[in-house]
């Protein structure tokens, strides 16, 4: 009985995960039509919140000369780096001339060899997913049967092709009399082939309901296409505009175990661009909300803490009426019995909790755990002096690195506000962050890194002992910010920045800061290589002091992709932080 409970836990859980789960967003290059898409329709892309794309290989093959291919095909790729974006899939070419179930055995053996040089030059986007169409129509009642096989036969001679540059191919499920027009059929192509995937586009089932052919594809699909339809035929129209119950299939969807991008293949036409796309998607797929979709960032100065609208301060270029939720630090003096004086120099603002909680420092000598909900101060402690960094560790206790004069990292329990358990001496403490695959806290200052273990943690006399010092030398130096890049990596900045592996203890120079001094704070998605990021240079930075900015900058981690600007002239900042990408 008890393995029986536990069985159906597990089961429940996954569940809970596959149903937690949401699908990136991509578009399909098809929406800027078959003969080249720009710098700036790429970066409109990039610009709506979408971060993967599908190249068609129409675009570099079906209206161009043969000698032109290889070339076109590295200036799109050259384009999509610049925009920051990631390629998901390509699809191969479709015409008139290019049919691997010809029955003709020249133009089958030409559609072959042409399938086989697009997947070449596809090589060259790196993609996950290739998109093949089994046929062209009209199929003829009396020949389908000889041309299921031969599509079938040149299915397993591309797979190996795919295979070859580390992609998975895809057979499209098609409309109308289209060899692959249901899931039977779809089976009979690529059961043979385990390696096989099918590409589930919705908008091309004609006579099966979309709830059946995923039932019976299961975890076969590999790659989708999303857009609405009329189910009279193909229409490729934005989510929202036709039949399909969007909330429904996708439920459907996730529960077959997919685990890839919502690849958009839609058509242009009036109000279809990729800013309405992402909305349709978002509104009419996910039942996003304005607020849920919105990426809001974290700015901190003065005593002032503020969460904004990352794209509308971008659209509007007023960072003050972007604000969504602000919190005055004077006002914790009362319950804390602090000067309001003091309670000022917002200097970091770590998200705890998903988002529920906040961990805050000034630089005037304070740290506050604070619930975002209510305002209620969860901790608080007015013993740090330039509190610069502060961090939750098990067992309900905190860490808060503190740098001149104090020159110390203290630890407390969480219920015992104002109490130290135990300081540490560290030069110009700066940053902490606690890992907990490792068991170890991380902490910078100056020049260096200090990895400490949790000793007696579970006892009445925790201590951390300093297990290894790591000196950082040329690589980051009057190290400001440190942040996990992901479980095994963390990314120091300061004077230029660097990468440290946890794993293996070493530390990488990163390449895209070199020479840019007094780094303060650094985000870093790893999915989508962008950053965001504040440094102070009187130069450039136009805050009041030599550490404040006004200036938070948005970039990517891609060589030549330039960086937008977001001002907060109301605040000197220090540093910014993410509190949802």
Request: hydrophobic share 35%; with cysteine; aromatic share 10%.
């Amino acid at each position: 009985m008890k393995r029986l409970l536990l069985l159906l836990a597990v089961l429940f859980f996954s569940f809970q995960n596959i149903m937690a789960q949401e699908y990136p967003i991509g578009i399909s290059l098809s929406l800027f039509g078959y003969i080249e898409t720009s710098q700036e329709q790429l970066m409109e892309i990039k610009d709506a919140g979408v971060d993967y794309v599908e190249v068609v290989m129409n675009q570099i093959m079906r209206y161009h000369p043969e000698n032109e291919w290889y070339e076109r095909a590295w200036t799109l790729k050259n384009r999509i780096d610049k925009a920051g974006l990631k390629v998901w899939s390509v699809h191969l070419p479709h015409t008139e001339k290019i049919d691997i179930s010809f029955t003709d055995p020249q133009m089958r053996a030409y559609s072959l060899e042409k399938d086989e040089e697009a997947i070449r030059i596809a090589s060259i986007f790196q993609p996950k997913r290739l998109i093949l169409h089994p046929s062209n129509d009209p199929v003829l009642d009396n020949e389908r049967t000889e041309r299921l096989q031969y599509a079938k036969n040149g299915i397993g001679r591309l797979s190996l092709a795919a295979k070859a540059i580390g992609a998975v191919l895809c057979v499209e499920v098609l409309p109308r009399t289209n060899i692959g027009n249901n899931s039977a059929e779809i089976l009979q192509l690529i059961g043979d082939y385990p390696e096989v995937r099918c590409c589930f586009d919705t908008n091309h089932l004609l006579n099966e309901d979309h709830t059946h052919f995923m039932s019976v594809v299961a975890d076969r699909i590999g790659t989708v296409h999303f857009s609405d339809y009329d189910k009279v035929d193909e229409k490729h129209w934005i989510e929202g505009v036709g039949i399909i119950d969007w909330p429904e299939l996708y439920k459907n969807l996730k529960a077959t175990g997919y685990e890839g991008v919502a690849m958009h293949e839609v058509r242009s036409g009036e109000n279809v661009n990729p800013f309405s796309i992402k909305s349709a998607y978002d509104h009419t797929v996910l039942q996003k909300s304005d607020n849920e979709n919105a990426r809001h960032l974290i700015a901190m100065g003065n005593n002032m803490l503020y969460i904004f609208d990352a794209g509308k301060a971008k659209q509007d270029g007023d960072f003050s009426h972007s604000i969504v939720w602000s919190w005055d630090a004077k006002s914790a003096a009362q319950e804390t019995g602090m000067l309001s004086d003091r309670l000022d120099f917002i200097d970091e603002c770590k998200v705890k909790e998903g988002g529920k909680n906040l961990l805050i420092t000034g630089a005037h000598g304070w740290c506050i755990y604070l619930r975002k909900e209510d305002g209620k101060i969860l901790f608080w402690t007015d013993n740090t002096d330039q509190a610069h960094s502060a961090e939750i560790l098990p067992n309900n206790r905190v860490v808060v690195a503190c740098s001149v004069p104090k020159n110390q990292l203290q630890l407390y329990d969480l219920d015992k506000p104002d109490k130290i358990i135990q300081t540490l001496d560290m030069k110009h403490a700066h940053g902490v962050y606690y890992c907990a695959k490792r068991n170890r806290l991380y902490a910078v200052g100056e020049n260096c890194l200090r990895i400490f273990r949790l000793e007696n943690w579970a006892g009445k006399k925790p201590q951390l002992v300093l297990e290894r010092t790591v000196g950082t030398g040329w690589y980051v130096s009057d190290i400001h910010d440190l942040i996990p890049l992901d479980d095994d990596t963390l990314i120091l900045t300061g004077n230029n920045a660097a990468f440290f592996n946890m794993k293996t203890g070493k530390l990488k120079h990163w390449d895209r800061f070199n020479g840019i001094s007094s780094i303060k704070s650094m985000n870093y998605n790893k999915d989508t290589r962008e950053i965001i990021y504040t440094y102070s240079n009187q130069d450039d930075c136009q805050g009041d002091y030599s550490w404040s900015t006004w200036k938070v900058r948005n970039a990517y981690d891609l060589k030549d992709v330039g960086e937008s600007v977001y001002y907060t002239p109301d605040i000197n900042g220090y540093k910014i932080r993410v509190y949802n990408w």
